[in-house]
């Protein structure tokens, strides 16, 4: 067997063996592009609120999470630049002590009245489908083990595309070029030129969704992750000093700071810390901007901007951006989207491919005579 057989055969079972969870996590993906403007739609008749006056300062907020839920590794208010019709809504990190379980859970709060809109875990439903899916995107509800497994097809989509590169070489400049004719004749040939014509268009975009799939997912192989999920989360202690304040001082640091997302600590190994985009700065080097403070202290901790980071660290901080597709408005979204279906795609014509092969085969074997 020559290496562009071996290739060909290592391309065709990576394909085989995963493409079903490649389809099933595209599909979450695409519906995640839009995830921020699916919750409203779904969700508003429950979630939005009534403008009252100031909103509560966010220790009032926070005393009623913490009351809620008295062992937490965490709090994330998600849409601090929310309208003033929008309830405020927090991701929990929660921990139940089991790996087969991801923690993580949400809660919406009526800033006005203190009112508890909705609460619970994301893998059980109780705040809602998208929440549900954000989870599985990333672990199939499986805990640790979940996220490890998304990480390795993260991995073996990468050796189904490079092969598929070798394998497909001749065709890529012609696809490239428009000189590819899709032929409509048969199931045959349409699967065919689908696969070829569909795996050259999105070759770039899917390595970049998932070696930053990989990429993220990664903290799924460190043993100290595995060995907190399990560890029981200690009682909550709560922050010495006013969060409200915290955040406001933040935003004097930083006024043309637009903040997206405020981490408020149970935990005093945990760090107040204010994250969002710059003025004109593209959302897509803005993952690692970042104003942080000692909750139990006071202590100013330090401002991160984007622009001070080290190299490595300026292509690491575009990963989440380039995964989730949140940096170039709706048009790009949309293109998330339709290309974000193309593993599926390509699985289907992928199988559609080894079952033609595979039966042409079994059908010489029968056709051959016996010597």
Do not use: C
Not at 7 to 33: C, D, E, K, M, P
Not at 117 to 136: K, N, P, Y
Not at 203 to 216: A, D, H, K, Y
Request: hydrophobic share 45%; charged share 15%; net charge positive.
């Amino acid at each position: 067997m020559n290496i562009q057989r071996k290739l060909f055969t290592l391309h065709s079972w990576f394909g085989l063996i995963t493409g079903f969870f490649l389809l099933l996590l595209g599909l979450s993906g695409s519906i995640l592009v839009f995830k921020e403007e699916l919750e409203p739609w779904m969700y508003g008749h429950i979630t939005d609120v009534v403008p009252a006056g100031e909103p509560l300062p966010l220790d009032s907020l926070y005393r009623i999470i913490t009351q809620k839920y008295p062992n937490l590794d965490g709090i994330a208010w998600l849409n601090p630049a929310a309208p003033p019709n929008h309830s405020y809504q927090f991701r929990l990190y929660l921990n139940d002590t089991r790996l087969i379980s991801y923690d993580l859970g949400a809660i919406n709060i009526n800033q006005y009245t203190g009112q508890i809109i909705r609460h619970g875990r994301s893998d059980d439903l109780e705040v809602g489908w998208i929440e549900w899916i954000f989870q599985f995107h990333f672990s199939f509800h499986l805990g640790m083990p979940g996220a490890a497994l998304t990480a390795i097809f993260g991995l073996t989509m990468l050796v189904s595309i490079l092969t598929g590169v070798v394998v497909y070489r001749k065709f890529i400049w012609k696809v490239l070029t428009f000189r590819q004719r899709f032929n409509p004749k048969n199931w045959r040939t349409i699967s065919s030129d689908l696969h070829r014509m569909v795996g050259v268009w999105s070759l770039v975009f899917n390595v970049i969704i998932f070696f930053t799939g990989f990429w993220l997912n990664l903290f799924a192989f460190e043993k100290k992750t595995w060995d907190n999920e399990v560890a029981p989360t200690p009682a909550n202690s709560l922050a010495k000093v006013s969060l409200q304040n915290l955040y406001d001082e933040a935003l004097i640091k930083a006024p043309e700071l637009t903040p997206s997302y405020v981490y408020l600590p149970p935990q005093p190994h945990r760090k107040f810390n204010v994250r969002g985009s710059y003025e004109n700065e593209n959302p897509l080097f803005s993952a690692k901007n970042s104003i942080q403070f000692d909750a139990y202290t006071g202590e100013f901790l330090g401002i991160t901007r984007y622009s001070d980071l080290s190299t490595w660290k300026k292509i690491e901080a575009t990963f989440h951006p380039l995964h989730v597709g949140n940096f170039g408005g709706i048009f790009l979204k949309i293109v998330y989207i339709v290309i974000g279906l193309t593993p599926g795609l390509l699985s289907v014509t992928g199988f559609l491919l080894w079952w033609r092969r595979k039966r042409k085969v079994n059908k010489h074997k029968i056709l051959k005579p016996a010597l």
